[in-house]
């Protein structure tokens, strides 16, 4: 049984630092694709990072380039979200997925649709 578990969400002072982790059990993901995807109230989830497990290639949404990075651990099987200079509209619940990587490719890396698995999401709350 596959199961993603985020942990690390909190409340942080904008400019401030958080890091979340991503552990992922139940199966090997080396040809997978891992995404963080957030949602804030009355929006849409929406993709925020990805990283392709086999290789390490990375992919950021526009809003965040240049102050999140998207990592992972073979050894611990943990994807993480650093993000940096935090702002309070990246408050919101943030998510992990884990997709095929066959079918999460380019525009598609974006689409939840194309995530096959979901871990249960923690708070993150920047305050101004």
């Known amino acids: 049984q596959v199961q993603l578990v985020e942990s690390g969400g909190g409340l942080v002072q904008a400019g401030g630092s958080l890091r979340l982790s991503c552990a992922a059990s139940g199966r090997t993901f080396s040809s997978y694709v891992m995404g963080w995807f957030r949602q804030a109230p009355g929006k849409e989830r929406e993709f925020v990072a990805a990283v392709r497990w086999s290789v390490g290639s990375t992919y950021y949404a526009d809003s965040v380039k240049g102050r999140f990075t998207i990592s992972r651990d073979n050894a611990k099987n943990t994807v993480y979200l650093q993000m940096n200079s935090l702002k309070p509209e990246d408050t919101a619940v943030y998510y992990c997925?884990?997709?095929?990587?066959?079918?999460?490719?380019?525009?598609?890396?974006?689409?939840?649709?194309?995530?096959?698995?979901w871990g249960q999401g923690t708070q993150v709350t920047v305050s101004s």
């Open positions: 997925a884990a997709g095929s990587a066959i079918g999460v490719v380019g525009a598609y890396m974006t689409r939840t649709e194309k995530y096959d698995y």
